[in-house]
């Protein structure tokens, strides 16, 4: 099953040069992307994540782990539009106020 990668921020390699190919894209675009895809999650953020897993209807874990990204991986970029007063304002959050990025890694 092919893997999607979920961000919340545009990540480069620290092993390898690499290049990335990025586009905006819907949440729809997002959505039926993601669907028949396994997901790896790195979201660090609970509240981020429970905000993904209302938006896109299944679950998005919260992982605090570091990601390297390899030639051939995919990933999303969510990005809030809005900066957060305080982190608890994430609860406030509509899907309105996240935009997101299709990231395509290859060798350089």
Known sequence: M?????????ITSSRMPITLKT????????KYYTRDKAIRSYIGHEA?????TNI?????PTNRAMYDPMPGDKAI??????????PEDIKSVK???????LVEYSRY
């Open 23 to 30: 586009q905006p894209v819907s949440l729809g675009f997002v």
């Open 48 to 52: 981020t994540a429970q905000l993904l």
């Open 95 to 101: 899907e309105e106020d996240v935009e997101f990025l």
């Open 2 to 10: 092919e893997i999607v990668v979920l961000l919340n921020a545009l």
């Open 77 to 86: 970029v969510v990005r809030l539009k809005k900066r957060l007063e305080k």
């Open 56 to 60: 896109l209807g299944r679950e998005v």
